[in-house]
C-alpha cells in the first residue's frame, strides 16, 4: 500500500554502501516514501538532528568496524538521545543473535538481515511508521487533556462607541496570521479577545493553546513551553509536548507576558524569530507554527525603555496592538454585562470588570436591572 500523498513519509537510509543506499532508495520511492541518504553515522546523526523522519533504517557495520557492529550501536544509542520514539530498523550482512539482542535493548524496533525481502522490509517499515504515527496522536490528546480547556467560548460584549474601533480592528485582523500584543487593565476582557480572534482565523478547527507566561517559575519555563523528553531531570519519567509545539496549525495565547524575566525572554525569542525549539534534553530541532496572541496589563513600552523587557522581543510580539478600554470608559455595556451575568453563564465568561471598582459596578448594575430583589438581599 502505497503512503498518502498528503503526507509523503520521510525515511532516513544510512549505509556506507551506494549500491544498497540506492536499492533501498529505489525500493520505497515506489512505494510513496521519501528518502535521504547518509553513508556514516555522523551523517545519519546531523540528518536526525535537523530534520523530521519518520522512520530510520540503518546498517549496523560501517568503514571503521565491518564486522562487530559497534559502530551502529553507538548510533542506535545516540539516536535515542535526540529522538527515543523515532522506529529505527537495523540491517547487517553479519548478523548474530548477540548483535540483535543488543540492537533492540538499545533502541532498535526491528531487524532485517541482508540481503533483505522486500516484502518483509516493507511490512516492518509500515508498522512502524503507522505506530509512531499513534503513539503521537495519543501524546497529543494527552496534553490537550492536560488543559482541561472550558466547553463554552466567553462572549465578548461590547455595545458602547469607545469598543466600536476595538471590534473594527479585530475584525480587520482576526483572519491574518499576524502577531497581536493586547494590552488593557485586569478584568478588560483581553482572553475573551484573544479567543475571538482565534475563532476569526483559519486556524479556528484547532483548540487555542493559552499559558499564563508570566507565572512560569523558571524551573519550569522551558519544559512548559518548549516540553521535555524523559530522564531530562529528575522528574521528567516520560516524554512530554510544549505548548508551542501543542500550538502547531493553531493560536498560542501567552497571558501576563511582561511578567516573564529577562533572563527567559530570550528563549521565547529565539522561538519567535525561527519557528524552532528543542525539548529540553533533547538536542533535536523541531518546526512549529503558531500564532502568538499575547496579553498584557503592564505599560510594556515603559518596561523596554527600564530594560525589563527585551526591546526585540517586544518587536516580534506586537505586529499589531490591541488596546482594551476600562470598563469606566465604557457605561454603555454594563447593563448588558451585569444581565449576561445574571443569565447563569460559566464562570470563565468574561465580564471586563477592572478588578479596584468591579464588586462595586456588579452591585450597581444588578441594582438598575433588579433593585427590589437586591434591596432585600443580605448579602
Known amino acids: ?68 557492529g559497534q559502530e551502529g550501536l553507538d548510533l542506535l544509542s545516540r539516536i535515542q538521545i535526540v529522538d527515543s520514539n523515532l522506529p529505527v530498523v537495523v540491517m ?56 482541561l480547556r472550558a466547553e463554552s467560548r466567553p462572549t465578548l460584549i461590547a455595545e458602547s462607541a469607545t469598543m466600536q474601533p476595538v471590534l473594527e480592528l479585530i475584525a480587520r485582523i482576526g483572519p491574518s496570521d499576524a502577531n497581536v500584543l493586547i494590552t488593557g487593565e485586569h478584568g478588560t476582557g483581553k482572553e475573551v479577545v484573544a479567543q475571538t480572534l482565534h475563532a476569526l482565523s483559519s486556524r479556528a478547527g484547532k ?41 502547531d496549525g493553531s493560536t498560542l495565547f501567552l497571558d501576563e507576558i511582561a511578567n516573564v524575566p529577562l533572563n527567559l525572554q530570550a528563549k521565547l525569542l529565539r522561538v519567535l524569530e525561527t519557528g524552532e525549539l528543542e525539548r529540553v534534553g533533547s538536542s533535536h530541532t523541531r518546526r512549529v507554527s503558531a500564532r502568538v496572541i499575547a496579553a498584557t496589563n503592564a505599560d510594556v513600552n515603559a518596561e523596554a525603555e527600564a530594560g525589563r523587557f527585551r526591546q526585540d522581543l517586544l518587536f516580534r510580539l506586537n505586529t499589531i496592538e490591541i488596546h482594551l478600554p476600562p470598563l469606566r470608559e465604557r457605561r454603555e455595556d454594563v447593563r448588558p454585562l451585569a444581565v449576561h451575568f445574571l443569565r447563569g453563564l460559566p464562570s470563565s465568561a468574561a465580564f471586563c470588570f477592572p478588578p479596584a471598582s468591579s464588586f462595586a459596578v456588579l452591585i450597581w448594575a444588578c441594582d438598575q436591572i433588579h433593585p427590589v430583589a437586591l434591596r432585600g438581599s443580605k448579602t
Not at 544510512?14 to 529505489?26: G, N
Not at 499559558?211 to 521528567?236: C, M, P, Q, R, Y
Open 92 to 147: 547487517t550482512a553479519w548478523s548474530s543473535i548477540e548483535v540483535a539482542v543488543e540492537a533492540m535493548r538499545r533502541g532498535a524496533r526491528d531487524f532485517l538481515q541482508k540481503p533483505w525481502e522486500n516484502t518483509r522490509l516493507l511490512s516492518i517499515l509500515r508498522t512502524q511508521i503507522d505506530l509512531r504515527q499513534a503513539l503521537r496522536h495519543a501524546s497529543r490528546l494527552e496534553a490537550e487533556n492536560r488543559l
Open 207 to 247: 483548540a487555542m493553546v493559552t499559558v499564563n507566561a508570566g507565572g512560569l517559575s523558571e524551573g519550569i519555563f522551558e519544559s512548559e513551553l518548549f516540553g521535555h523528553v524523559k530522564g531530562a531531570f529528575t522528574d521528567a519519567r516520560s516524554d512530554r509536548i510544549g505548548r508551542f509545539e501543542l500550538a
Open 1 to 68: 500500500m502505497k503512503t498518502d500523498n498528503m503526507h509523503r513519509y520521510r525515511v532516513l537510509l544510512a549505509d556506507d554502501q551506494p549500491d544498497i543506499r540506492d536499492a533501498l532508495r529505489l525500493l520505497l520511492k515506489n512505494e510513496g516514501y521519501e528518502t535521504q541518504p547518509a553513508s556514516s553515522p555522523a551523517e545519519a546523526l546531523a540528518a536526525i538532528e535537523n530534520r523530521e523522519f519518520d522512520a530510520v533504517l540503518m546498517d549496523l557495520n560501517y568503514t571503521r568496524d565491518t564486522t562487530s
